[in-house]
């Protein structure tokens, strides 16, 4: 059951996605990435969280279709998984974090990757926007050194925003692990037939 | 695939490329051939996520390879999943150019255009377009899709040089004035970019088939050599997509003449009033002024007996201030541009001195930069001020800049 759960949300790739992104981070955490507007080059560090929830955002669909209702054992799977997936994200963004002696990116990683998770309720694979989003922003408009020093992805930056986004995030969540991510369409249609 | 194929990535890359393209660092200066750069700078991002899309698009043709490889032409399916994806690129790079032509043809607009340097925009996006195919056709995972576009952007941002290069056309945030695009450096880059989309294709030829080994053979060995001798060209005679242009200062506007480059024209207006109110300011204490200030330029120093305005962009200071930064250089003297023999410490604080005089005298808030200054502006009725800036001016149009003196003596 556990191992058709993991192949059915790629849970090995992922895994292995992971870690090769975390050692990507480690090692080149501080390298500067040019901005693609002119701008001043970002480190890597900057693009951690979304790089993450983008990661996330390719398992937290069912690749094999849900044909029976929301039951007890399929809303604890969905929990443990989403559990499973902020777990890894947040001990790579930790690994990362410590490397590169820059802010620390976890509780970024780890409301991005709820969030993704609870878009993908609504969005389906689309919650991949939760991570694209930010990455293009920031490539985009290279807010200046002052990533360096570590501001972007703190709490202590908006702490009203994070709170509205830590609320939606459970709110999410919550969505996700009752109803699941929605599925394709093409599947979709399988379960209405 | 039918014609809807993709078709939901069109939204996305559009917003994409608008955002980064109304985004940029610096402000829109009206230069046609700034423009031309910024249309082609938005590939840096429209690239890697055309090669995404095509990745997608081949990985869920894969789905179907039971059916396609028992076909007579089904190898080109991945092919077709590149060239989807890169008509759907280039339809947004089409409507980007559109976009970006309207807003600088909205305002005061000049400079030359080289509309030919647009062609390799679509050169990009095709080697992206077939890099993702690629990667989605051999590993039809959604992490593909996934990996594709911030590899393909990683990669221009590290990869070898000139290699990577080919991913960065663009933006500059300066001004191209006095500058054209070498058209060498293009070509060399276009020819590399399709040696390099030929042969990531020629890697999809079904190489079981007799025939097309052959052709797939003279294809991949012809482009890796095209491609070899490109980058190797770019390397050896360099790979700067600009040189100097014969555009010279010869825009000019109000008392005394501001001239400026025709890429600069929507600069003009603004150059040549707060120039204005700068000089008359300067001319009410009796000092000579030249008749005109030239716009330095890439491979174009003013005579010495003009003004030089060295830095016309837009500025956010007053235009009093703004005035004064340029009025200060009455002559363009060598020493100015000269790394090897630069003027002394005390000719750039003279000048500092004087704009913050003008300022004052002029009405506005002066910033002095130490306490001597700041001594020596407070007191409004000193009546060795004016001879020390008709002093210093004469000094500054003569091109006499180790003479400058501070008025209080010998500077630190």
Partial sequence: MVRTWLVAHHGFGFTLSAAALTAALCWFGRALVPGATGGPPIPLWALSPPAFAILASAVTVNSMPELVPSIGRLRCGRLAWLLLVLLVSCVGAALATLATGLGSIVPATCLLVVLTFGASAVLGRSALLIGAVPAVAIVTLTPTVTLLEAELWLPQRDPRLWLLLVAVAAVGAIRYVLIGARPPRYEARLVDE | MNRRTGGIFVAPLLVTALFAMLSYEAPWRGEWNWTVDAVTGTTVLTGPLTGSVAAHIAAVQRRLDPVNASTVRGWEVPLWAGLRAWLLGLGVYVITFATAWAVTALSTDGGPMSWWVLLIGPAVLALCAVAGASCGWWWPHRLAVLFTAPALFLFGSFGPRPLAGLLRQGPVTGSLAGLEYDARVWWLQVGALVAATALIASTFFPWRLRRARAMGAVLAIGTAVLLISTCVALKMGGSE?????????????????????????????????????AADILRETGVDLPERYEQLLAGYHPPADVGLLADVATSSTSELRRGALLVVTPAACQAWTDPSAPPPDLAFRAQELLTEWIVGRGGGETMPGDAESATWLSQTN?????????RTVGQLRHCQLSELAMPWGVGS
Avoid: K, Y
């Avoid at chain 2, 600009?242 to 008392?255: D, H, I, L």
């Fill in chain 2, 241 to 277: 997509r600009f040189v100097v242009s014969a555009e010279r200062p010869t825009a000019c506007r109000g008392v005394p003449e501001a001239c400026l480059a025709p890429s600069n024209l929507r600069l003009l207006d603004e150059v040549s009033r707060a120039l204005t109110v």
């Fill in chain 2, 382 to 390: 000193a009546p060795d001020r004016i001879a020390w800036v008709v």
